[in-house]
Structures are given as C-alpha cells and as structure tokens.
C-alpha cells in the first residue's frame, strides 16, 4: 500500500500564494493534485509525470505551477493568484503503470477569503 502525506494547506486571502506538497511512499509514474468542492465531482487540477510532462486544468493555468522531485517521490503546487474559486480540499493522486494503480491522500483543505 503506497503512502501519500500532503502537507500546505490553509487559509490564504485572495491573490495571495500557498504550496501544497505530498510525498509517496514509493515512485509514481504519474503525481498530481485533483481537488473537489462538497457536492461536486472532484477534478483535476495538475498533474506531472516522471519524465517532466505536465498537464494542468484551463482553470489554473498561468496561475499554479506543478513541479515534481522524483529523488524525494515528492510533488509540489504552487498556487498564485488564488481565487475564491480555488477554494476546496486538494487530493494528492499517484498512479503506477505497473498494474494500473491509483492512490489518493487524505486531501488538504484549502480556504480562500475575500
């Protein structure tokens, strides 16, 4: 069973800056960050391969940066420019090839105020 810790989130004012952070226990093919609103369907936000390749939801690009370290199996989020929208808990997401699996932590909330 592959461990996910994220760690960063809190209580930020709009336009303001936070990072996420999540460390596995193992090393993912795939890490990334969904997030999901009480009552919504969780979605993606971005995601980093082992290779470099990122991908990030239209809502966040420009403003979030995902960057990955693999010697650590940690990936980070760097959110500027937070909007109220932005607002929600953000899941860690690890995939393995090697049998398709997916993982997720506990998620960590992040509040935006105005």
């Known amino acids: 069973q592959v461990q996910l810790v994220e760690s960063g989130g809190g209580l930020v004012q709009v336009g303001g800056s936070l990072r996420l952070s999540c460390s596995a226990s193992a090393s993912p093919d795939i890490m990334g960050w969904y997030r999901q609103i009480p009552g919504k369907q969780r979605e993606l936000v971005a995601t980093n391969t082992s290779g470099g390749i990122t991908n990030y939801a239209d809502s966040v690009k420009g403003r979030f940066t995902i960057s990955r370290d693999n010697a650590k199996n940690t990936v980070y989020l760097q959110m500027n420019s937070l909007k109220p929208d932005d607002a929600a808990i953000y899941y860690c997401?690890?995939?393995?090839?090697?049998?398709?699996?997916?993982?997720w932590g506990k998620g960590t909330l992040v509040t935006v105020s105005s």
């Open positions: 997401y690890a995939h393995f090839r090697a049998g398709s699996q997916n993982y």
